[in-house]
Structure formats: structure tokens, C-alpha cells
């Protein structure tokens, strides 16, 4: 199988005038084409920090990050597209002139590029929504629309930070399905940050687990469900729950050590 990315021995610290914090440490793994990784770790170790690094908004202090095998540029990132918690549609446009906006930057608006905007709007089911304003629509159709935005500028890879941790439970089960049904459906691959350990499992095809920071790859732990099993189905399954429980056990095995020492002391 084709890497689409490539991390080798990655390590970043941020320098300010309090000092140096190192937010992660000696990173190495692939992501292969079309595949789905998710990235867990308690809050603070340095996911987000990833993210940034592959987007080229930070680059590494040391190791290397390779893209469909070359180095890491500027000009990769036409082929990445990045999904944040927050949808930051614009409220003064509507939901297809948002859709719009990154080919209106990228100067691609053309009668064809309209055309495939129009296509993933039918296809997702927000055509008849397209002149409505944000507001006017659900948390989940935002972030349907936020995807689309991305998708019509057709990137190879998406990144994905905490995407519906701003959404209620139940649109929250159900957005995460949504849209890593479109993201399957349209052949990307993509990163997700979460520290939704069911989240993580429901949606990827293996999960990177960090250190508390500065965050080091502790265990990739592989979630290999059928094909066409839906997010939703997957935690259906009795492999979900073998896959939640030795994510758990990972994620709070420093916790542990953490605790009894402190209650030996
Ligand atoms: P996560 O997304 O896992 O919560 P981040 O990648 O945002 O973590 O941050 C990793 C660490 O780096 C944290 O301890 C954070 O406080 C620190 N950090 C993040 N951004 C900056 C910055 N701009 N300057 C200094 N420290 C930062
Ligand atoms: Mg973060």
C-alpha cells in the first residue's frame, strides 16, 4: 500500500520567553492512502501540535515529515484540508457561497468547480439548503457544509481537530457517522484528533496513542472492522468494546502509576 504521509523521528518544542515546552517527542508512523487515523492522547500532549505540523504551520525542530513521498511544502498543503471544532462559517454568506469561499482565495471558482460544489450538495443532502444562512441550519448540517467546503477543493488528506466536541451527544454519534461516511465515500484519507476514546474507535482504522506531553507514540492499536460497517454499527460490535478497553487501558495506564504513587507517598 501507497504512504500518503510519512513522519520520521519527529520532535517540535515551542520556545516563548518563559521558555521551551516540547510538545512532542521522536514521532514516527505512516498513514497509508485512504486510510482513516485517529490520534489519542490526554489534553495538552501535543495532538493538535501534530495537526499543525502536517498543514506545514509549524515545522519540526528535528526528524523529517515526507508527503506522497517528498518532503513536506508549502506547497503540499493544496492537498490537505483542515476540519476545526468550530465550523467558522461566515454568517453573512450563504451556506453555497461559504462552500465557495476557498475557490474564490484559490481563484478556482469556475462554471466547473460550481458544478462539483453543487454535486457534493446534492449528494449530501444540503442542495436545497444552499441559500440559507449558517444559522439557519443544524450543528450536524454545519459541519456537513464545513466538509464540503474542504471537499470541493478536493484534498487528498483531511485533518480533523475535536470536530464535534462542540455538538450535543446524539447530533455528536450522529455527525461522527455522517461524515466519515462521506469522507469513506469520497476515497480521502484522513487524521482525526479526539480524546473521545469511542469516538476514536468508531471511526478509524488505527489509532495512535501519545504520552501525556511531550507527547510520544506510545501504541498504535489497529480497529480492523468490515469495509462497509457504518460508525454506528461499529459499536454494535463486540470487537467496539475489546478495542474501548484496551484503548482505556492505554490511555490510563500513566494515570495509575501517577495515582498509586501518589497514595503511597
Ligand atoms: P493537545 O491538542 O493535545 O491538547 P497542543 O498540541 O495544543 O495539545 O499543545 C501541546 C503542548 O504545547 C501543551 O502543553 C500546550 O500548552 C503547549 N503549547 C501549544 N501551543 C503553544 C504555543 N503557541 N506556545 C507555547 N506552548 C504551546
Ligand atoms: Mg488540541
Given at each position: 500500500m501507497n504512504h500518503l504521509l510519512d513522519f520520521e523521528h519527529v520532535s517540535y518544542s515551542y520556545h516563548s520567553i518563559d521558555g521551551e515546552t516540547p510538545?512532542?517527542?521522536d514521532i514516527s508512523f505512516s498513514l497509508n492512502d485512504g486510510e482513516f487515523l485517529a490520534i489519542a492522547g490526554p489534553s495538552g500532549c501535543g495532538k493538535s501540535t501534530l495537526l499543525n505540523l502536517i498543514c506545514h504551520l509549524n515545522t519540526p525542530e528535528s526528524g523529517q515529515i515526507f508527503f506522497q513521498g517528498e518532503p513536506l511544502t508549502?506547497?503540499?498543503?493544496?492537498e490537505i484540508g483542515y476540519m476545526l471544532q468550530k465550523d467558522h462559517l461566515l454568517e453573512w454568506r450563504s451556506i453555497e457561497k461559504n462552500i465557495y469561499l476557498g475557490l474564490e482565495i484559490q481563484k478556482k471558482l469556475t462554471g466547473q468547480t460550481k458544478d462539483y460544489a453543487a454535486h457534493l450538495l446534492k449528494k449530501y443532502g444540503l442542495f436545497e439548503f444552499?441559500?440559507?444562512?449558517?444559522?439557519?441550519?443544524?450543528g450536524g448540517m454545519r459541519q456537513r457544509a464545513a466538509l464540503i467546503r474542504t471537499l470541493v477543493l478536493k484534498p487528498q488528506l483531511l485533518l480533523l481537530d475535536e470536530?464535534?466536541?462542540?455538538?450535543d451527544y446524539q447530533t455528536r454519534l450522529k455527525t461522527s457517522n455522517d461524515i466519515s461516511a462521506i469522507i469513506r465515500e469520497e476515497k480521502k484519507s484522513a487524521v482525526l484528533v479526539t480524546h473521545d476514546l469511542s469516538e476514536a474507535v468508531s471511526l478509524a482504522d488505527r489509532i495512535l496513542v501519545l504520552s501525556p506531553?511531550?507527547?510520544?507514540?506510545k501504541r498504535i492499536i489497529l480497529t480492523p472492522f468490515p469495509k462497509d460497517l457504518s460508525a454506528l454499527d461499529r459499536r454494535n460490535t463486540n470487537e467496539f468494546k475489546d478495542y474501548f478497553n484496551l484503548l482505556w487501558k492505554e490511555m490510563n495506564a500513566d494515570e495509575e502509576v501517577t495515582f498509586r504513587a501518589g497514595t503511597v507517598s
Open positions: 510538545a512532542l517527542s508549502k506547497k503540499s498543503i493544496c444552499r441559500h440559507k444562512k449558517p444559522s439557519e441550519l443544524s470536530p464535534f466536541s462542540a455538538l506531553r511531550p507527547g510520544q507514540l
